[in-house]
């Protein structure tokens, strides 16, 4: 009797252990995904589909351990292992191939020696700018208060170096204690003023 209700509790636990596994890989593996699409940045999706397949692999061993003849016998782990490993594999080949451009305008600065309150803009460095560029127009936004309005300002193109300064705008000021996160966008404009390309980076301030 023992025995019995032993191994129906292994089978329970095996079973729950196995699904929310599946379900939290399945979970982690979409995330991934999408943070492909939105993310400027593929390290984090790439990790995330990582963590999915970590999370899959352990709730398939905690099953095996527990339930070892039903892993075997449902074939589960021959179909679903390939199953998750396209899924996880999918997010890089959705950001490489299909989403980042080797060529797109990336943008970098940094908060640091900026004041609280101050419409003194940071330095950037760009790459990427597309052949044709002769202005840049620069906006920021906080994106914890987004219709409060920053504005930004329209420079020529001159380099890959935006100098601190340069642009026109209402600084960051958030309340006292308290962190935002602004994006700058800048968009690369023709002599027609024509988008070319567009780009954006986000940062805490203060830093």
Known sequence: ??????????????????????????????QAIILSVTSGNPLVPLLLG??????????????????PERVYSKGRVGFWFPVILLAAAGVPVIYFVFL????????????V???????????????????????LSFTMTDLN???????GSTIAYTGDVVSRGAISYTGPCPPRGEHHNYRWTVQALDAAGKVLDTGSADAMFPP
């Open 1 to 30: 009797m023992f025995a019995r209700l032993r191994n129906f509790l292994k089978r329970i636990l095996g079973n729950v252990l196995y699904w929310v596994g599946w379900a939290v890989a399945v979970v982690v593996i979409a």
């Open 50 to 67: 990582g963590v999915g397949v970590i999370v899959w692999l352990i709730a398939i061993g905690l099953k095996f351990i527990l339930e």
């Open 100 to 111: 980042q451009r080797p060529d797109a305008l990336s943008v970098r600065f940094a908060w």
């Open 113 to 135: 020696g900026i004041p609280a309150c101050a419409s003194i803009s940071p330095a950037f460095e760009l790459g990427g700018v597309p052949a044709g560029t002769k202005s």
């Open 145 to 151: 208060v987004p219709t409060f309005h920053h504005g």
